[in-house]
């Protein structure tokens, strides 16, 4: 590819990304900059280097570059005789200062506003893409488009191929004999036989791993759990989602078996089922989950290695037989609307 070629592939994306509505890492940094700045939360004379302000927004100086230079041509910060910027339009008046500057005097603690998100595209959209593919497959069977789903993100086709890549290490897409990316459908079987991969692998590895579990990150979810088990805090679909991951991901990332690891988090249809049923009809206090959930803490909590995959056991197989009624009932619902990179193809 030449070098304009690479240009226009890079405004391509840019354009895209503010047709989404997703500013550039840059002009979320400028965004807020230019709000303190505008708000006087951040004085005149202060100086403002590119190191503090990347540690604040956790990314690297290149974006922050750009920022202030945006911010010197509007105006609001000048360069002066030292290393940096001045928070003022006019250095020749106005003594620098050298201070501590932090997230809350930028307002992004006080005022509830996010520090920027600057994690890779890719992880900070692969959620979304997640759970559109994981609804997909619950009506039917889809062909995930990459080029389709990197304009509806406005990011490269290389960032759509990792995307696609940690989808088929979860087990939600594959490849057809034409290299397409397909999704679904889900059906009883396959949904049976996770569970029964579950079933084989999760106890035991559970076992082995209890030990290595760090105690302090049991007791909150101990009393989580007895709280929503009592009606005491509201309970969301998200709320069910989390626990889940706890049990099913979080605590077996002890386990020092890569391989089967990989096995059990490539089993994960059981979870989308509940998840969009869920997210379809709601979830109420006396879901058998938490109390199921409660017992392997308690165990693990006690050191009652063998008592928690015994627990964990008896949850599978009370999950299944509910999982088996919840896909029923899914069976009768409307498909819903989805995103354009997911084609149905039968």
């Known amino acids: 590819m030449t070098h304009g070629a690479l240009l226009l592939s890079s405004k391509s994306v840019q354009e895209s990304a503010r047709a989404a509505g997703r500013p550039l890492r840059y002009q979320a940094i400028y965004d807020a900059l230019g709000r303190a700045l ?26 922050v570059r750009k920022a202030f230079e945006q911010l010197h041509r509007d105006g609001l910060i000048s360069r002066f005789d030292g290393r940096g910027f001045l928070a003022t339009d006019r250095p020749a008046h106005v003594p620098p200062r050298r201070e501590t500057l932090t997230a809350a005097r930028l307002g992004l603690a006080a005022d509830g ?24 497959i619950a009506f039917g069977q889809f062909r995930v488009v990459e080029l389709s789903l990197s304009q509806h993100f406005g990011v490269s086709r290389t960032v759509a191929r990792e995307m696609l890549a940690r989808l088929s290490h979860q087990g939600l897409i594959e490849k057809d004999g034409q290299s397409h990316w397909l ?27 209890a030990p290595a ?49 990989n096995m059990m ?7 989308v089922v509940n998840r969009i049923f869920f997210d379809t009809l709601g979830v109420t206090c006396d879901e058998p989950f938490f109390v199921e959930h409660k017992l392997v803490i308690d165990h693990l909590l006690y050191g009652a290695y063998d008592a928690a995959a015994s ?24 498909e819903p609307a989805l995103p354009s990179y997911l084609v149905r193809t039968c």
């Open 265 to 271: 988090a490539r089993s994960q249809l059981p979870r």
């Open 311 to 334: 627990s964990l056991l008896a949850h599978l197989d009370a999950a299944a037989a509910r999982t088996r009624r919840r896909l029923k009932v899914l069976s009768v619902f409307t």
């Open 38 to 63: 505008r708000e006087g939360r951040v004085s005149p004379g202060l100086v403002l280097l590119e190191g503090p302000v990347a540690r604040i927004f956790g990314t690297s100086r290149g974006p």
């Open 113 to 136: 506003a996010p520090v920027v998100d600057t994690r890779p595209t890719a992880e900070r959209i692969y959620a979304e893409v997640e759970h559109a593919v994981s609804t997909s």
């Open 213 to 261: 579990i760090p105690r302090e990150t049991l007791r909150p979810v101990q009393q989580r759990l007895a709280q929503l088990i009592a009606g005491d805090v509201p309970v969301d679909a998200t709320i069910l989602t989390g626990l889940e991951r706890e049990l099913h991901a979080h605590y077996l990332s002890c386990y020092a078996n890569r391989k089967a690891a």
């Open 183 to 209: 999704a679904g459908p889900l059906t009883a079987k396959a949904v049976a036989d996770d569970y029964e991969i579950l079933r084989l692998m999760e106890p035991p590895a559970l076992r082995a791993a």
